[in-house]
């Protein structure tokens, strides 16, 4: 089935400093999804991105899709205490837009002071 | 945004009962609602898509006859975990597909299920 590997696992910097996690599928992806799991809290999407080389900003955050449709990352400049959280990729299988996710392992971001 | 909710929060049971876990979409229809299980520092693992009036399709490895789900409404679907026991202990998280618009899924904020 499915897969979509994602690291690092964990990942701690100071505040300021950036930060990227990237995630990769064993298939060819329709979309992917981005969601941001703050400690305690529940998954909270934050973008979801379609088309082969689509790059999408948030703010500091910086979400790429590879040509492939099969890589995703996030890039967080300048890092502040309040991205600390766990970050999920999810990606759904080619062919549909309405097929089911699968998440990656998430990288749990700690910021430091 | 569009708002899920999910009740109980959190719930503590005895081995061998039997937990109803609801999950609501408040300001939207749901016409697909997805439960998943995440244990501590994990990734969310999928356990099953319900669709709104038909039976709900489970992923591979997990019991149908445990995890009774239903989705009655376009706003309401239930997981029941029956004859829980302490393995059974994790954090459900339900997840709801807008009926329109572009398939983004609205999570709920979980429950933490402790059989003892």
């Known amino acids: 089935g499915q897969q979509v590997m994602q690291i690092p696992q964990y990942q701690h910097v100071q505040e300021g400093e950036d930060f990227t996690t990237y995630c990769n599928s064993s298939t060819t992806l329709s979309n992917i999804q981005w969601y941001k799991q703050r400690p305690g809290g529940h998954p909270v999407f934050l973008i979801q991105l379609v088309k082969s080389g689509e790059v999408k900003k948030q703010k500091r955050l910086t979400f790429q899709f590879g040509e492939a449709k099969k890589n995703s990352s996030l890039h967080i400049t300048a890092t502040q205490t309040t991205d600390v959280g766990t970050y999920f990729c999810a990606g759904r299988n080619g062919g549909t837009s309405y097929g089911k996710l699968t998440f990656g392992q998430g990288t749990i971001l700690t910021v430091h002071p | 945004g569009a708002v899920v909710s999910q009740h109980p929060s959190w719930v503590i049971c005895k081995s061998g009962t039997s937990v109803k876990i609801e999950c609501r979409s408040l300001?939207?229809?749901?016409?697909?609602m997805f439960w998943y299980r995440q244990f501590p520092k994990q990734s969310l693992m999928l356990m099953a898509t319900s669709n709104e009036g038909s039976k709900a399709t489970y992923e591979q490895g997990v019991e149908k006859d445990k995890f009774l789900i239903n989705h009655a409404s376009l706003t309401l679907s239930t997981l029941t975990v029956t004859s829980a026991h302490p393995e059974d202990s994790s954090f459900y998280i339900c997840?709801?597909?807008?009926?329109?618009?572009?398939?983004?899924?609205?999570f709920g904020p979980g429950t933490r299920l402790t059989v003892t």
């Open positions: 997840s709801a597909r807008d009926a329109v618009g572009f398939y983004e899924q609205y």
């Open positions: 300001d939207f229809q749901a016409t697909t």
